[in-house]
């Protein structure tokens, strides 16, 4: 139902976060040529990941907490693309299986930030405090706390937009 928008059949205001992901990633990613019916949306998820990317969380925790997100909501798409950018970060393939079969990590950091991301979710961010000394047990800080929640904002609504247009 969804248009995959070219640049020349995009709304106006989208034109500009097309072409700058065409510019990063050398194409147009089907994606985002559907969500760019609407540039607010697009425009707000493509500023949030890049803001996502800068935090001090480190890259492929980072990708952990979008993997997470990204199984939990069944976002094919995501799953697919964030997969290969789990392997550009050099991730081990039993890391990159576990994340896409929601199960266990054998990283004990990772985890951790797996389990954090969840319970997250699982309580719309009413972590205990035993949950949250467990995070922060592993090296994290408050920020990094903060910065999961950025993560799972982001890739909500990413994933949430991905399933309703059928990315």
């Given amino acids: 139902m969804f248009t995959e928008h070219t640049l020349e059949s995009a709304p106006a205001a989208s034109r500009t976060s097309m072409e700058s992901t065409i510019e990063h990633l050398g ?4 994606a985002v040529a559907k969500l760019a019916a609407s540039p607010h949306l697009l425009d707000g ?16 925790a980072r ?8 199984t939990r909501n069944e976002c094919h798409v995501c799953v697919a693309m964030h997969t290969g950018k789990l392997r550009s970060l ?10 896409r079969e929601r199960k ?6 990772l985890e951790a930030v ?3 991301a969840l319970e997250v979710l699982r309580t719309a961010g009413g972590v205990g405090d035993e949950e949250l000394r467990a995070f922060l047990a592993h ?10 929640v950025m993560g799972i904002g982001t890739y909500t609504m990413s ?8 990315a």
């Fill in 90 to 99: 050099g991730a081990e393939g039993e890391l990159i299986a576990a994340l």
């Fill in 139 to 148: 090296g994290y800080t408050e920020q990094n706390a903060l910065e999961v």
């Fill in 104 to 109: 266990p990590l054998g990283d004990e950091r």
């Fill in 45 to 60: 998820f493509l500023k949030l990941s890049a803001l996502f990317e800068r935090t001090t969380l480190e890259p492929v």
């Fill in 114 to 116: 797996r389990r954090f």
């Fill in 27 to 30: 194409h147009l990613p089907s």
């Fill in 63 to 70: 990708e952990v907490v979008v993997m997470t997100v990204a």
């Fill in 159 to 166: 994933t949430f937009a991905n399933r309703l247009t059928r």
